[in-house]
């Protein structure tokens, strides 16, 4: 998804927690903000700013983003008018929210799957773990994605922004979410160069 899709002003992390703070379904911000968040301190610049939604819980978008123009993310990345009522197909994980349709994007919300109690990830069922511990939150008690959980997203592409992540955020790691994420990763990519890092 470039740039040719339109500017990005990204909310802030405290007007994201004002819109979804009205649910009572879970929500986290995601991406690059929930390490930063999760440490306490800003680590880089920010393209755009993310948050998570269990699938079933996507119509909660036009609740709390009533009257927004929201685009639903066709892979493999054409952004198409998403209305109330309609439900996405599990092909489409990534929806862009913007005020106005002349104005600059300000989130994405991101969409995961669940079985009962428990997370999914979508890019791999076998990765799961209980709805309750996917999340922390923060001091002002703003429900961020378990540092371990994106950085797991993360790995996928470990680009330079998620390694200046990942380098920020692993002495902070627990031994319990080191030890999640290298399992995660011995799953879905045994090979990854970041299992070395986990077990210093």
């Keep these: 998804m470039g740039n040719d899709l339109g500017p990005w002003e990204p909310l802030s992390p405290g007007a994201v927690s004002k819109l979804f703070g009205r649910l009572t379904t879970p929500w986290w911000i995601a991406g690059g903000y929930a390490i930063e968040l999760f440490l306490g301190r800003t ?80 890019r791999d069922a076998r990765i799961h773990r209980p709805i309750s511990s996917l999340g922390l939150l923060t001091e002002n008690g703003t429900p961020i994605l378990a540092p371990e959980v994106q950085l797991f997203y993360k790995a996928k592409r470990a680009l330079t922004k998620d390694e200046i992540d990942l380098a920020a955020a692993l002495p902070s790691l627990t031994p319990d979410a080191r030890r999640w994420l290298d399992h995660a990763l011995a799953v879905t990519a045994p090979d990854h160069p970041w299992r070395a890092k986990l077990l210093v």
């Design 43 to 122: 680590l880089r610049s920010h393209g755009d700013i993310d948050v998570l939604l269990l699938r079933r819980d996507q119509q909660k978008v036009h609740q709390v983003l009533e009257g927004w123009d929201i685009q639903a993310a066709d892979p493999p990345g054409t952004l198409r008018p998403w209305h109330a009522g309609e439900w996405l197909p599990e092909s489409v994980h990534d929806i862009w929210c913007r005020e106005r349709p002349d104005g600059p994007w300000r989130l994405q919300v991101m969409l995961d799957k669940a079985d009962g109690d428990e997370w999914i990830s979508r």
